[in-house]
Each structure stands twice: as structure tokens, then as C-alpha cells.
């Protein structure tokens, strides 16, 4: 290995340590990294912080905006409208419209904000039921985990072109890149079948008195918008859906039209100054445009190759493409059960698809099963921020609740590596 090759991955092994460490921003580290990538005389300028104009980025930072925006709409209020009037329900009529309910919030919001707001108003179920609060929250986190953002609506929009965000550099054969709805197709059967466990897991979990006005203080307030602005959303909403699910008559209107929606909701103030540098300059859009400096210098150096065959090794013992990609998602499931989700996926996906790449195989299953596994963070409170609430919440010892949960993990990676293999064989 030359001088270049060394420096660019000490770069990335630190990128991916700083990651981990869950200390600073994502956004932070990418960008010094960037940075320090141009000091060394890795990239220049341009090439670090091509990120910046990248059509993915575009798209991804519009679309956290327009999600923003939907998140002020009344939809919220009447959902929790909905909840406190089910609490007179009874046993699975209960379960069925609480999953229900649940689901439709992970479609339209974070499933951070989904877990806060219906930890809200939980106090209305009797500690004592059948249905309590101790035996729900920990399947709504199970099902939290695969069916927020699930719908290609909103965030859930955004996934495809995260992941090829992430590629970027690395693979640079367009055929190999995912469309609108890739990771939809993928997820769609590890999703349902987890909301089918969900249905029916609640009942083993014990119950226990919770003082939930402990956990969450969130206000869920009715909307201030007016209802032309409410509506205008919906519209807006509803167009860009339209251009991306039919993009190939649309050409490069895709990309910039949720931005050309983002501007709309900025002139009529339905999104103020705030909310709008706020969602567009977040810290998971600076990670993405500075991660294409670091995956363009990996390709550019060699080292991606490099890195690509050091893992190519590691699964050489199979041809098989579903034990590979079996393997990459437990793996990636494990890994992000004890660290953070968003470093899981920044550290694991360029890696994977330089793999892919070096053994020249389909990079998108591969990506698509750590896109997908590093949200299955249910085991451990240390998985995310949203696994921490749910497990403060129902009072959960990860110990003694894991005869429940590792099943339930297992049956979701079994089935979201047999769904990518269905969707994307690594070797066509």
C-alpha cells in the first residue's frame, strides 16, 4: 500500500471511531474529516465537498423539510384524539387499533417523535388491564424499528437516496444504484412479519406499575396552521410523491422538485427561518455530504479496493449469496444493537459496497440489508435514542426480556436477508 492509501484509511478508521463514540456530531465528523482529507493532499477542494451539490443531498435535505412541514399539520392532534378514545377497548380490538395508530405515525414522522407522543398519553391504560403500558411499549419498539419511515412518504422517502449517498464514489455504474421504492420492496416482508409478532408478543411481557410523567413531557397541541396551509401541504405532499414514483417522465425534475416544494413552504411561512435551516442543514444531511469527500477518496486512492477485498476474504468461504448476505445483516444487526444507527450504516455501507464492487456482485442487496438492520435496535437500550425511551419507559431489564427479543431479532434478519436475496442476489 502507498503513502495515500495509508492516510486515506487511518482517515476513515478514525471517521469510523468518532462515529461510534457517539461523542460529537455526525455532521462534525465527516466534515473535519473532509477536511483533513484535503490538508493531507488526499482530495482537492471540489472533490471533498462534492457532497454539497450532490443531487442525492438535494433530495434528502428537501424532503427532511417537507417532512417537517407534515409534522405541523393536525394529523398529530387527531391521532391522539384517537388513542385516548380507545382506551374503553379490550384486549386484541385494543392491540389492533394502538399497532394501527402506531403504524400510521412511523409512516408520516421520526419514530423518536412516534415513541414520544404515544408514551404521551399511555397513562390512559389501567397498569392493571390485560392491555398496560409495561406489556405494549416494547413491541411498539419492535415495531418501531421496522416500519418507521417504511412507506417511501416523508422521511421513508429519503432512504434510497441516503443509501446511494452513501455509495457514492464507490459505485458509480448507475444500474447498480437503488430507484424510488428499492428498500420499500426490500423491507415490506421483515415489516409485516414483525407486525404480525407484535399482534400476538404483547401478552408475554409482564406487567408493572409505570410513572410515565417521568419519561416524556411531550405536548401534543392542535395545529396552528390554517386550512388552506394544512391542505397545501397534503398537495404538495401528494405532487412529489407522483414525481418520484413516475421519474422516468420527470427526468431531472425528481431531484429538484421536493426543493422547488421546500421554497413554496418558505414564501407562504408555513415553515419559518428556523425550521427551515433546521431541517435542510441538519446534522444527518452535513454526515452525508461530508461521507462523499471520504468514500470519493477511498475510491480514489485505491483503498476502497483495498478494503474490499479484506472483507471479500472474509466471506470467501461461500459462493452462496444469501448466507453473505445473512451474514452482513446478523452482523450488522449485532453491531447496532450496542452502538449507534446512524454510525453503523456511515461506518458499514461504503464498506460493503466496496466489497461488492471488488467481488464484482450486486452492491444493493448488500447495502439495502445494513440499511435496513442497523434499525433493528431493540434489545439493548444502547441501540438508539428511541430504544433508550422505550426501555426507560416500560422499566425493561434487557436481560431478562431477551428470551423474548433475540427470537424476534432472529426471525427479522432471517427474513430481511431472504427478502433482499429474493429482491437483489448478490450474483444476479
Known amino acids: 500500500m502507498n503513502t ?31 477536511v483533513a482529507l484535503v490538508i493531507a493532499g488526499i482530495n482537492t477542494i471540489p472533490e471533498s465537498f462534492t457532497g454539497l451539490s450532490s443531487q442525492n443531498i438535494i433530495m434528502v435535505a428537501s424532503m427532511f423539510a417537507m417532512s417537517a412541514a407534515l409534522q405541523k399539520t393536525s394529523l398529530a392532534f387527531k391521532l391522539k384524539g384517537l388513542l385516548g378514545a380507545m382506551a374503553g377497548k379490550r384486549d386484541m380490538a385494543l392491540i389492533v387499533i394502538m399497532v394501527g395508530v402506531y403504524v400510521v405515525m412511523l409512516i408520516i414522522m421520526p419514530g423518536i417523535v412516534a415513541m414520544a407522543m404515544i408514551l404521551a398519553f399511555m397513562d390512559a391504560l389501567p397498569d392493571t388491564g390485560e392491555v398496560s403500558p409495561s406489556r405494549v411499549i416494547m413491541p411498539l419498539l419492535m415495531l418501531n424499528v421496522c416500519w418507521e419511515g417504511l412507506v417511501p412518504v416523508g422521511l421513508g422517502a429519503t432512504r434510497d437516496f441516503n443509501a446511494n449517498a ?13 430507484q424510488y421504492g428499492d ?18 408478543i404483547w401478552k408475554v411481557f409482564p406487567q408493572k406499575n409505570l410513572n410515565l410523567a417521568n419519561v416524556s413531557d411531550t405536548k401534543i397541541e392542535a395545529s396552528s396552521l390554517h386550512k388552506w396551509q394544512e391542505i397545501f401541504i397534503y398537495l404538495l405532499f401528494a405532487a412529489t ?188
Not at 4 to 9: G, R, S
Not at 166 to 178: A, E
Open 241 to 428: 410523491i407522483v414525481v418520484l414514483v413516475f421519474n422516468s417522465y420527470f427526468g431531472n425534475l425528481m431531484w429538484i422538485f421536493p426543493a422547488a416544494c421546500v421554497c413554496a413552504l418558505g414564501f407562504t411561512k408555513i415553515l419559518n427561518t428556523k425550521e427551515l435551516i433546521g431541517s435542510v442543514a441538519s446534522d444527518t444531511v452535513w454526515m452525508l455530504a461530508g461521507i462523499l469527500g471520504v468514500t470519493g477518496a477511498l475510491t480514489k486512492t485505491g483503498a476502497a479496493e483495498v478494503l474490499g477485498n479484506l472483507l471479500l476474504k472474509l466471506i470467501s468461504w461461500t459462493d452462496n449469496g444469501f448466507l453473505i448476505l445473512l451474514i452482513i445483516c446478523m452482523f450488522t444487526s449485532l453491531m447496532t444493537t450496542f452502538l449507534s444507527n446512524g454510525g453503523t450504516v456511515a461506518v458499514l455501507i461504503p464498506l460493503v459496497a466496496s466489497m461488492a464492487v471488488a467481488g464484482n456482485m450486486d452492491p444493493r442487496g448488500m447495502v439495502g440489508v445494513v440499511s435496513l438492520a442497523a434499525n433493528y435496535a431493540f434489545c439493548f437500550p444502547t441501540g438508539s435514542t428511541t430504544c433508550a425511551l422505550a426501555f426507560a419507559a416500560g422499566q425493561y431489564n434487557p436481560i431478562k426480556i431477551m428470551k423474548y427479543t433475540l427470537p424476534c431479532l432472529l426471525i427479522v434478519t432471517f427474513l430481511t436477508a431472504l427478502s433482499a436475496y429474493m429482491i437483489f442476489p448478490p450474483f444476479g
Open 183 to 200: 428498500n420499500f420492496r426490500m423491507r415490506i416482508i421483515p415489516s409485516l412479519a414483525m407486525l404480525v409478532i407484535v399482534l400476538f
Open 166 to 178: 452513501y455509495m457514492g464514489g464507490i459505485v458509480t455504474d448507475p444500474q447498480y444504484l437503488f
Open 4 to 34: 495515500q492509501i495509508i492516510i486515506t484509511l487511518v482517515i476513515t478508521v478514525i471517521m469510523s471511531i468518532l462515529f461510534l463514540s457517539g461523542k460529537y456530531p455526525f455532521g462534525l465528523i465527516t466534515m473535519a474529516c473532509s
